[in-house]
């Protein structure tokens, strides 16, 4: 009389070696190629940008417009580039022995989130970095205030005192968000001196710009909110993009499914 005896073997993952779940290289080679395809989408976006857009009133798409289509494009950019990116990722990632199909998809789902992540990161370091450029320039722009100057001193021949009593002005404007009541009397005096127009018609000029440079600023600060929740939704998106195509890339990685150019040369 024989008996048989059961056995019963259990696998863990990586059968309890101390190897990470996470595939940092995986992780490294989607982060560059999102940041990689999205470099190149911008760049082209901005050609087309520039190829549409004048520098002179009236010709050209309007800067409104260029705005929304800017913020469509980066919709459009970071949810394509973090796909791609995300289920590079997941196809990459060394399938895990003995885990089940909920844990080895939420992993793969994690790995294309980190490269979500990743790629923010990056491109976060590269626009401060660019930004600290331009926050330089603008600088010495927004303190050069001659040409608006020249414009509040058209029809005259002032000197370079005047317009650096006009400049001066105009700067504590920008400072301050309005001009105070004796810097309008200021501006108004000089320009009435140096041009052929009253002290009233040189006021209404103040008045003038100081309505345009208010408006402009209005217009950018909507643009920008609107910009920055834009933004912020289309990171979402691309978060959730990256963690499914994740998925689909390990799935993929599982069934060893071909690419499409692979099957087709194949």
Do not use: C
Not at 83 to 102: K, W
Not at 148 to 156: H, K, S, V, Y
Not at 174 to 179: S, V
């Amino acid at each position: 009389m024989s008996s048989t005896e059961k056995i019963g073997v259990v696998v863990s993952d990586d059968e309890g070696s101390a190897h990470s779940y996470m595939e940092w290289g995986a992780v490294f080679a989607g982060a560059f190629v999102a940041s990689a395809i999205s470099l190149v989408l911008f760049a082209f976006g901005g050609g087309v940008g520039l190829s549409v857009s004048s520098p002179f009133p009236g010709q050209g798409a309007e800067a409104d417009t260029l705005s929304y289509i800017t913020m469509a494009w980066v919709l459009f950019v970071m949810i394509f580039s973090f796909l791609a990116g995300g289920y590079i990722a997941g196809r990459l990632r060394r399938p895990v022995i003995g885990a089940t199909a909920d844990s080895v998809e939420f992993r793969d789902g994690v790995h294309g989130l980190v490269v979500w992540a990743t790629g923010l990161l990056i491109g976060a370091a590269l626009s401060a970095h660019m930004a600290a450029g331009a926050a330089s320039l603008g600088a010495n722009v927004m303190t050069d205030n001659d040409a608006d100057a020249a414009i509040m001193l058209r029809g005259g021949d002032a000197d370079a005192g005047d317009r650096a009593t006009i400049a001066a002005v105009l700067a504590r404007a920008g400072a301050d968000g309005e001009l105070s009541g004796n810097d309008k009397q200021a501006a108004a005096e000089v320009i009435a001196d140096n041009t052929d127009l009253t002290e009233g018609e040189a006021r209404t000029r103040v008045d003038q710009w100081e309505t345009t440079t208010r408006e402009a600023a209005d217009r950018a600060r909507k643009v920008g909110a609107i910009s920055a929740f834009l933004l912020g939704a289309s990171a979402l998106v691309a978060a959730a993009g990256a963690y499914f195509a994740g998925g689909i890339g390990g799935r993929h990685r599982d069934a060893n499914a071909p690419f499409p150019w692979t099957r087709a040369r194949a």
